[in-house]
């Protein structure tokens, strides 16, 4: 006869979990880049680390999946916003993907665009166009953004490491407040198109009036 204690610790049985690619993309999101580890993934799945390279070709294969699904997820949505306020949202979103998963920069350097980052471009870029960009002109200032985002989050990350490993009671850590800030040189640039605009548009009404 089973005492009462076996009785509490007996585990029922029941259907295991049906395991899928996206079960296993979901899983590595939720544990984050960082902690993108097959077998934690696979205790998090109740399974084994072997049936989990039945659905990934392997850690890396896992990482670009985990990229294109975070793609996908971020894409804008157009609710008449200016264009100004489209690369803010855009710079904004890429700023806390990159200081949340810094090795999404070492992945975009060492690998490809995935479909899906390239479909996020091409949302960004219909966006501008319908408000008068040219294909050119959306592309220099994505990759303007892009530029000033990801150096703003490398600078942001030195500043934890100095923080984190200096004694402030030995060598007083005094970094610049501006060290990590995308906003104020991203302004700049926002600010120089539309000068730029201004300009090609006040040229555009002369000839017109000349004629």
């Known amino acids: 006869m089973q005492d009462k204690g076996d009785q509490a610790t007996t585990r029922p049985v029941g259907r295991p979990r049906r395991l899928t690619v996206a079960a296993i993309v979901d899983a590595a999101c939720d ?4 902690n993108l580890d097959m077998t934690m993934i696979a205790e998090r799945l109740n399974t084994g680390v072997a049936t989990l390279y039945g659905y ?11 990229v ?12 008449g916003q200016s264009w100004q306020d489209i690369i803010r949202e855009h710079a904004a979103f890429s700023y806390a993907m990159f200081e949340t998963q810094p090795q999404l920069i070492t992945n975009l350097m060492v690998h490809a665009p995935e479909t899906a980052a390239l479909k996020y471009w091409m949302v960004i870029q219909t966006m501008l166009e ?3 960009w040219v294909s050119s002109a959306a592309l220099a ?11 703003a989050a490398v600078c942001q990350m030195r500043r934890k490491i100095i923080e984190a490993q200096v004694d402030a009671d030995v060598m007083p850590v005094d970094l610049p407040p501006e060290l990590g800030d995308y906003k104020p040189t991203l302004e700049r640039i926002i ?21």
């Open 31 to 34: 544990l984050g880049i960082a």
């Open 56 to 66: 990934v070709r392997g850690r890396e294969h896992l990482l670009k999946l985990v």
């Open 68 to 79: 294109d699904k975070l793609a996908q997820d971020a894409e804008l949505l157009d609710r």
């Open 130 to 132: 319908n408000r008068g």
């Open 141 to 151: 200032l994505y990759l303007e953004t892009n530029q000033v985002v990801i150096g």
């Open 191 to 211: 600010a120089a198109y539309e000068l730029e605009f201004a300009r090609k548009s006040k040229a555009v009404e002369g000839a017109a009036t000349r004629s």
